[in-house]
C-alpha cells in the first residue's frame, strides 16, 4: 500500500484508532445538536400544518431503519468513506462516485448552518457588530479544533452535550409549568384548541400525510449527524461492534428528546408559527424569550452560540474524513485530498478546504441551506439502504435464514420505502439545485473515466487496514 504521508523516517501517517462508544455518541449528538428543535420549529410548524412532534416520528423511524443498514454496511466496510465507500463496492463504482458527490453536498453546508445559527444568535445579543467579524472568528475556531483531532472534538463536546440536554429539560418544564395551569403563548389555553395530555399535537382533522412527511423531509437535517459517524470508521476502536451501535443509539436518543419537547411546544405554540415569530426561519430567539423572558434568553442564547459551534466542528471533521478517502482513492486529488498530517493524523488540507467553504456562511440563508442539506442527506439514506440489498442479498445470496432477510432484505427495503416517501415531499427548488450539483459531478465523473470506459479508481484496502 502507497503511504498517503510520511513522516522523516518514511512511516505513513493514518488516522488512528482512538474513539470509543460514547466519544462517537457524544460526537453525533453534538452534530445533530439538540437545540436545532428551537431552530427548525417554526420552518415544520408551517409544513407539517401545527403538528410537529408527529414529523418527527416520522423522520426517525426512517432514520432509525436506515441506521440498521448503516451497520450492516460497516460490519462490511468498516470505511471512512461512508454512503460512498457502500454504493462503490456493494453496486457499482460509478453508483459510488455520485453518492459520494451528492454527500460531499450534505456535508459541505453543514458547518455552514452552524455558523449561520450562531450569527443570529450573537446578532440578537450584539446587533451593532458587523456579521463578518463573528463568521471569520468561529469559522477559525471550528477549523483549529478540528485540525487538533477527532478525540479533541469528543472532549471538547462532551460537557455541552450534557448542557444542552440539561437546557431542553428546563425549557420543557417552563413549558409545561405553564400549561398545566392553563396558559399558553395565545394566554388562556383554548378549550377547543390543543390540550395538555391529548393526542391533538400528533393528530387532529386539519393533519394529512403530505404535510406531515413534507414536515419531516426538513427534519432529515435535524438528524444528518447520525450517519456523519460512519465516517468516522478508521479512528474507532472495534468498529464493528462499536460504530453501528452508537449510530444507532445517536438516532434513538435525539429522537426521544425532540418529540417530547416538540409535544409541549406545539401545545404552547397552537396557531400557524408567524403568529408568534417574525422569522419562522430562525425561532430559537423569539422561542426564549416568549417562554422565559429576556434574561432567560440571554443566558442560553449565549450558551447556543457555544453548541452551534460543538455541531460544527462534528460536522466539519465529517466532511474532512468524505473527502480524505474520495482524494484517497483518486477520484479527486490525491495529493491535496488524500493528505494525512503526519503532526496531527488528520486530513488538515480538507480541513482547511471545509473552513473556506464556511465562509461563505456571509453571503447564504438557513432556509436554502437546510434544504440542500436534506437533498444529500437523502441521497445518502437512500443508497444505503439499496447497497445493504446489493451486497447481502444479490451479490452476496445471504437469505438463507429468517434473521438474514429481516436484516439484509426487509429493513433495508422499508428504509428505501420511507425516504422515497420523503423524497416526493422535498422542497422543488432544492431538488432542482441537488441535480445541478449532481449534473456536475456527472460530468466530472465521464471525464474522470474516459467516457465510461474505464472505472474510476479505488483504494485498494488490505485486512489489516479494514479491520
Known sequence: MTPLATTATSSPAKLQRTLGLWHIIIIGLAYIQPMTVLDTFGMVSEASVQHVPTSYIIALIAVLLTSLSYGAMIRRYPSSGSA?????????????????????????????????????????????????????GLTAFMTGINILGSKIVAYFNSWIVLVQLIVIGVFTWLIYSKLSVGINADGTINPEGYQLWSLAPFWTEIASMGALITGATILCFSFTGFDSLSSLAEETKDVSKTLPKAIFLTALIA???????????????????????????????????????SAFQAGVLGFAIVTVMASGISAHAGVSRLMYVMGRDGVINKKIFGHISPRFFTPTYNILIAGAVALTAGFTD????????????????????LSVIARYVIRDKQYNTPKDILMYLIIPALGFISVVAMWISADLIAIQMGLGWAAIGLVYLIYLTRGFKQLPPQYKHDEKHMN
Open 84 to 136: 460512498y465507500t457502500y454504493a462503490q463496492k456493494s453496486i457499482h463504482p460509478n453508483v459510488g462516485f455520485m453518492v459520494g458527490w451528492s454527500s460531499w453536498l450534505d456535508y459541505l453546508l453543514s458547518p455552514l448552518v452552524n455558523i449561520i445559527l450562531a450569527v443570529i444568535y450573537l446578532e440578537a445579543l450584539f446587533p451593532n457588530i458587523n456579521a463578518w467579524v463573528w463568521v471569520i
Open 255 to 293: 429522537g426521544i428528546v425532540f418529540i417530547i419537547s416538540t409535544y409541549f411546544m406545539q401545545i404552547y405554540f397552537p396557531k400557524t408559527p408567524d403568529t408568534y415569530f417574525p422569522d419562522i426561519d430562525g425561532t430559537q430567539p423569539d422561542i426564549l424569550l416568549l417562554v422565559g423572558g
Open 366 to 385: 438557513l432556509d436554502t441551506i437546510v434544504h440542500l442539506i436534506s437533498f444529500g442527506a437523502l441521497t445518502a439514506f437512500s443508497f444505503v439502504n
